[in-house]
């Protein structure tokens, strides 16, 4: 029967991975695999276990596991929908054009370097899809050349990816690795900043040597455009401001972030609502009662949200989880600990192999990280905040750069722009590649600096 589980969980994830070649979104292949998984094991009457203090399998009821990887799983997808939402009221407002303030410069080189740097930062605060949307659609009233956008777009994907791996904020798999406990905000911050900046500014040093970005861009930028709503500014600097109160919220409280997030959305909806209120009272005073409720920006906002994505997520860490209580991650990752060498210090408490996390890097630049990252939380039972997990975050969330459809914001930049897949590997891969090993370096020297001087 476990070779059928595993047979079961390879073409889900063959899905998932080809869902551009076969035109099905990734969620329908990742809900089958979890139902299919889950009620083979029930109707085998399969022994299910709990990982216990990381070196054992204790065996438990079949519903007391579910509803423990359930609640486990909730945790992350309700952070996430809080998070969308707050990302939702605040384009409500129109509050991203608050960012083309920043943008002041003719010059190429210079634009490549602030649009990557606000791709870092703003990823690291939203989530890399939102930033890169954001950013392409302000480029796209900025530079006119497809042509010179292209790269644009590449290099954004880039630093957004490599911005998202060092916040626990930033990216799906380090807020999994946060909820799960496995990191904490500010060891993941301490060990991740300098490899991701790596990531991103070494390969945009590069780029901005090469006679593409020499001189400036044709077009005038214009300051015509005014912002949709007078709130905007304020909107956007009170949703980042909360989205960044959350891992305050769970160093305070040491409640789950979902609260933090919960917390945040309450704060902002109750603003956004106020002057939304505000507004329509003051312009359309002849309004019914269902008027006020057809132009609430929370409603609008949860209307928005990408539910496709949270079902995916569903999906996906459930069928995992799957896999994960029968103990055959657990007893997979027994396999690899003993079989491929490990390249760092020797007194490094965890066993798990540098190569093992670069090949999951590059493996997550074809198939999804998230399951990866999940995967590998299912895998390896070693201590919270363990050098391990923090190289992880790394590899999982900048390694998908090397394939225009291996991330999130790759594939909305490849969407928006339509960039073709070989044309990306070409210009853009090699360059996702030195920055990926670029960063791995860092962190490796980093990290064996950190080891021997706490040794």
């Not at 798999?173 to 070494?202: D, G, R, Y």
Request: with cysteine; aromatic share 10%; glycine share 8%.
């Amino acid at each position: 029967m476990e070779t059928i589980l595993i047979i079961v969980f390879v073409l889900g994830y063959i899905g998932i991975a080809l869902e551009h070649t076969f035109k099905i979104d990734k969620l329908i292949p990742a809900l089958g695999m979890m139902a299919i998984l889950w009620a083979l094991i029930a109707l085998d009457h399969m022994q299910v276990y709990e990982i216990v203090d990381g070196i054992g399998k204790e065996p438990h009821h079949l519903e007391g596991v579910l509803l423990h990887h359930l609640g486990k799983t909730a945790e992350i997808l309700v952070f996430l929908m809080g998070a969308m939402t707050i990302v939702e009221i605040i384009d409500y407002f129109d509050g991203f054009s608050t960012i083309k303030s920043y943008i002041k410069t003719k010059s190429r080189k210079r634009l490549l370097w602030i649009f990557t740097f606000l791709a870092f930062v703003l990823s690291a605060i939203i989530d890399n899809l939102t930033a890169t949307i954001v950013l392409i659609t302000i480029l796209q009233k900025i530079v006119v050349r497809r042509e010179m956008r292209l790269w644009f777009a590449g290099l954004i994907v880039i630093a957004a990816n490599a911005g998202g791996a060092w916040s626990p904020i930033g990216d799906v798999t380090t807020t999994m690795l946060w909820i799960a406990n496995k990191v904490s905000a500010s060891q993941l911050i301490e060990h991740v900043l300098l490899p991701s900046i790596a990531c991103f500014a070494v390969p945009v040093f590069i780029a901005s040597r090469m006679k593409l970005f020499k001189g400036d861009i044709v077009v005038e930028l214009s300051d015509d455009e005014k912002p949709k709503s007078k709130y905007g500014s304020l909107m956007f600097y009170l949703g980042l401001g909360a989205i960044l109160f959350v891992p305050v919220f769970k160093t305070l409280t040491h409640l789950p972030p979902y609260m933090g997030m919960m917390l945040s959305l309450a704060v902002v909806a109750a603003v956004a609502e106020y002057l939304s209120n505000t507004k329509f009272s003051l312009g359309n005073a002849t309004g019914g009662e269902g008027a006020a409720v057809h132009h609430s920006p929370v409603h609008k906002s949860l209307s928005k949200i990408e539910m496709p994505s949270i079902l995916f997520f569903l999906g996906i860490l459930m069928a995992v989880a799957a896999l994960e209580s029968l103990g055959m991650l657990f007893d997979f990752a027994g396999t690899l600990e003993q079989t491929v060498p490990y390249l760092g210090t020797e007194h490094h408490s965890t066993k798990i192999s540098d190569l093992v996390v670069l090949l999951l890097g590059a493996g997550s630049a074809v198939i999804d990280n998230v399951p990866l990252v999940a995967a590998s939380i299912g895998m390896f039972q070693i201590g919270m905040d363990e050098p391990a997990w923090h190289f992880i975050a790394y590899a999982a969330g900048t390694g998908g750069s090397m394939l225009v459809i291996g991330s999130a914001a790759g594939v909305v930049a490849m969407g928006m722009e339509k960039i073709d897949f070989m044309w990306y590997l070409k210009k853009i891969g090699w360059l996702a590649l030195i920055g990926f090993l670029a960063g791995a370096a860092t962190f490796i020297i980093l990290r064996d600096f950190l080891l021997n001087a706490t040794s």
